[in-house]
C-alpha cells in the first residue's frame, strides 16, 4: 500500500476515533426497534410506533455521525453562515415573503416593548413614505426667479430645470409639475397672470441622450376659479393635466411668467417628488424693498446653506429633501 493510501486512512481512522459513543448508541436502538417490528405483529399500533422510532433514530444517529466528522461539520457551518448569518438566503425570496420578513423585522425593532399601534407614527412613515422609494425621483432641481416690481405689481420670469430618474426603468406617465395659485388683478386677464415662455423635454436611455422635444405650443394651461367659499386668499387656479412619458430619465426646462399684486409679496416652492439635490436662485433687486428667504422641511442643519447676495439670494439643499419641502421668499418693504 502506497503511503498516500495509509495517510488518508489513518486520517479518516483518527476521524472516526473522535466521534463520540452516542451516536453509536442511537444506531442500536433504531436496528432494535426496527427489528423488533419485524419479528413481531406488524399491525400492533406499538410495534406500529417503535417502526416510526426507529427510522427517526437511525436518521438522526447518521446526522449526528456526519456532523461530528470534522471535514462535514465544517462544510456544514460554512453553508449555515453563508445562508443565515451573511443573508443569502434573502435573494432568493420573492417580494411578498421580503414584504413579510421586512414586517417581522420591525416589529421586532419598534414593538418588543411596547404595543403595536394603527395610528402610530410607524404606520403613517409606511403608508406616506415606503411607497416613494420606489418611484421616480427628481435627481437634480434648479430655480431661478428673476424679480421686480412694477405699476404697484410684482414680475416674474421663472425658470426650472428637473432631472427626474425613474429607477424601475420601465415606462411610466408623470404629471407636468405645473400647479399655481394667482391672485386676480383688475385690468388683466387671466391668461396674463400666468403665461408659459417655454417647455422642453430632453429624454435619455441608459445614460445616452435620446429624444429631445418642445412642447411650447402643445401644453394646454387650465385656469381655474377657486371656489369662494374655500378658506385661501387665491382665488384662480393654474395646471396642466398633460404628462411625461418617462423610461429611463427626463430632464425638462420650463419657463414662465407671472404677475402678483403687491399685497401677494410671497413665492412659495415645494419639490413635488423625493429630491437628491435643490437649489433656488432669487434675483431681486430694489432700494425701496428687501428680500427674506427661508428654507422648509425635512433636512440636516449642515446639508442647508443660505447665501444671500447683493441682488438676491441663493437657498440649496445638499442632500435628500421630502415631497412637500421647499423654499419661500418674501420681499418686504424697508
Known sequence: MCKCCKEKICSFYSKIKKIKLYPFILFL??????????????????????????????????VTVLLELTDFRDYFTEKLTEIIIEDQYISTLDRTKLKKLENSIQKALYFKEHPNK?????????KSVRPLIDGCYYNDYEIRVECFIEDDKIKKRITKRIDIINPKK???????????????????NKESLYQLESFKETHYKNETKDLEIDRTNDLKLI??????????RYDLKV??????????????EIIYNTITPLSDP????????????YRCVFLFKNDLYHLAGYGFGFMDKNEFIKNPFSSGMEICFKDWILPGDGVIFTILKN
Do not use: W
Not at 400492533?44 to 444517529?61: D, K, R, Y
Not at 385656469?223 to 385661501?232: A, F, H, I, L, Q
Not at 395646471?239 to 425638462?252: A, E, L, M, P, V
Open 29 to 62: 436502538l433504531s436496528l432494535l426497534s426496527l427489528a423488533l417490528y419485524e419479528l413481531y405483529d406488524k399491525d400492533n399500533m406499538v410495534f406500529s410506533l417503535l417502526h416510526e422510532i426507529g427510522i427517526s433514530l437511525f436518521i438522526l444517529a447518521s
Open 118 to 126: 394603527e395610528n402610530s407614527f410607524f404606520y403613517k412613515i409606511q
Open 170 to 188: 420601465k415606462e411610466v406617465q408623470e404629471q407636468i409639475p405645473i400647479n399655481s395659485f394667482m391672485q386676480n388683478i383688475g385690468g388683466l
Open 223 to 232: 385656469y381655474e376659479e377657486v371656489d369662494p367659499r374655500s378658506n385661501t
Open 239 to 252: 395646471y396642466c393635466n398633460d404628462t411625461i412619458t418617462i423610461n429611463d430619465r427626463c430632464i425638462f
Open 266 to 277: 410671497h413665492f412659495l416652492n415645494r419639490a413635488l417628488k423625493p429630491c437628491k439635490q
